[in-house]
């Protein structure tokens, strides 16, 4: 089993910044991708920023040069930096993590945190 704990998120002003971070513990042999997703009311969650083992980094293009993803491949940890927010960033944040457990490639979700945008 794995466990993914997210933190960081809150209310923020528009132009401020936060920075999430989602730490993974459990059976893991090794970590294939970790990422960031959000989901605002009544819309379909989406990616927001993805980052493979090889280093490859994926980000939609409503957050590019404005938030970063890194990971801490010592600790388990991604995290990610968002500046200049706007309010149209405001959404519960998933971490998604991709696990390879010694016999299969598997997928988990943290709980989500909620980012609020607003003045």
């Known amino acids: 089993q794995v466990q993914l704990v997210e933190s960081g998120g809150g209310l923020v002003q528009p132009g401020g910044s936060l920075r999430l971070s989602c730490a993974a513990s459990?059976?893991?042999?090794?970590?294939?991708?970790m990422g960031w997703y959000r989901q605002a009311p009544g819309k379909e969650r989406e990616s927001v920023a993805r980052?493979?083992?090889?280093?490859?980094?994926t980000l939609v293009d409503s957050v590019k040069g404005r938030f970063t993803i890194s990971t801490d491949n010592a600790k388990n940890t991604v995290y990610l930096q968002m500046n200049s927010l706007e309010p149209e960033d405001t959404a519960v944040y998933y971490c998604?993590?991709?696990?390879?457990?010694?016999?299969?490639?598997?997928?988990?979700w943290g709980q989500g945190t909620q980012v609020t945008v607003s003045s």
């Open positions: 980052i493979t083992s090889g280093g490859i980094i």
């Open positions: 998604n993590v991709v696990i390879w457990n010694g016999s299969k490639f598997a997928g988990y």
């Open positions: 459990g059976s893991i042999v090794s970590i294939n991708a």
